[in-house]
């Protein structure tokens, strides 16, 4: 144990914390593990918008940028702008890619996280199969890590403000419905990385909307912002015209957005029968927009749950916003990255490297 100690501050992965109360002869040291040994780059990809940050080995972001994106240029063109908003911001630091441990990003469709690459995703069809890892390539030879956008939110809301819930449902109300599901404290993906896939449950087969997936009546195309945007036309074209809209008041938009919310919880109270889960967290820009949405969803999931399913659930708003996606994929990171059979190799490399 000593000796393996001695390993891990030589490499800087654990520091002395302090001197432990002893009670005679030489004091003990109190170790900690070093959350600046390191840092992990990480991106949450939406639809409309993006926020990247560079964050410590606690998932503590250290640097971010948020901006207006257009998903569907495809991955050449968002990949290359991405990387160099990393390099900006790596560079505010002082630091640069060697100091980069991994990469996390989140996309808005189904990924297959062993591959990385996103499986045929409605609202991004030009991304279908891509090796995001490997455009990586050029600039770091670390690990590279691609998960659904809703995914890496609920990881990250259940690791920072819902650690004791042992399943979770995290709902995430943008330009698409999405949801991220936690399993005994473990993010569930599903054999090919759909599960949670709430966007595309069918609230209306007999609806006249089209789906991005090619069906009708999907939760999607009715109650998503780029259903609300397709609806309310000149008025709000895009998903974030909807979400200042109905921030700033305007009648037709609110009630767009309420309505989105009561759709979105009758397709939950659904997933609440499925799954009996301890708690239901509502994100994303459409609940930030108005909170009466997410009264809108929380009415729903208990008016169309089992008794049985919905009398113990906690049904809240998210308390780290926009901030869970990057808190998520960092997380998701940096438990890869400290697996115990991954750090033999990390402490080798770190010593070399000394
Ligand atoms: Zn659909």
Redesign the pocket.
């Known amino acids: 144990m000593v000796q393996r100690l001695a390993v891990l501050t030589a490499a800087r992965l654990v520091r002395v914390a302090g001197d432990a109360q002893s009670s005679g002869g030489r004091p003990a040291s109190v170790f900690a593990f070093n959350e600046g040994a390191g840092l992990v780059v990480v991106g949450d990809l939406g639809q409309t918008g993006c926020h990247l940050a560079v964050c410590d080995l606690g998932a503590r972001p250290l640097a971010e940028h948020t901006a207006p994106l257009q998903i569907e240029q495809g991955p050449e063109v968002v990949i290359s702008w991405a990387k160099a908003r990393f390099a900006e911001l790596l560079a505010e630091l002082g630091r640069g890619w060697q100091d980069v441990l991994g990469v996390g990003i989140g996309l808005p469709g189904p990924v297959d996280f062993d591959t990385g690459r996103p499986v045929s995703p409605?609202a991004m069809p030009a991304w279908d199969g891509v090796d995001v890892p490997a455009m990586f390539a050029d600039v770091t030879d670390r690990p590279v890590l691609v998960d659904n956008d809703a995914r890496i939110m609920a990881l990250g809301e259940h690791r920072t403000a819902r650690r004791g819930d042992r399943h979770m449902i995290f709902v995430k109300l943008g330009s698409g419905i999405g949801a991220g599901l936690i399993s005994y404290g473990e993010v569930l993906r599903g054999e090919r990385g759909a599960a949670g896939d709430i966007?595309?449950i069918v609230v209306d087969p007999e609806a006249s909307e089209v789906?991005?997936?090619?069906?009708v009546g999907?939760?999607?195309?009715v109650a998503g912002g780029w259903a609300i945007a397709r609806r309310l036309g000149d008025l709000a074209p895009t998903p974030p015209d909807v979400v200042r809209l109905a921030r700033d008041g305007q009648p037709e938009a609110m009630a767009e957005v309420r309505r989105s919310g009561r759709l979105v919880g009758a397709a939950v109270a659904n997933a609440v029968n499925l799954l009996n889960p301890t708690s239901v967290v509502i994100g994303g820009k459409l609940a930030e927009a108005d909170e009466q949405v997410f009264a809108a969803v929380r009415e729903a999931i208990y008016r169309h749950a089992t008794p049985v399913a919905s009398r113990h659930l906690e049904i809240a708003l998210t308390e780290l916003w926009h901030m869970a996606g990057v808190i998520g994929a960092a997380h998701m990171v940096i438990d890869h990255v400290l697996e115990p059979e991954r750090v033999g190799a990390l402490v080798e490399r770190r010593l070399r490297a000394a």
């Open positions: 409605p966007g595309h789906c991005r997936c090619g069906n999907c939760l999607d195309a």
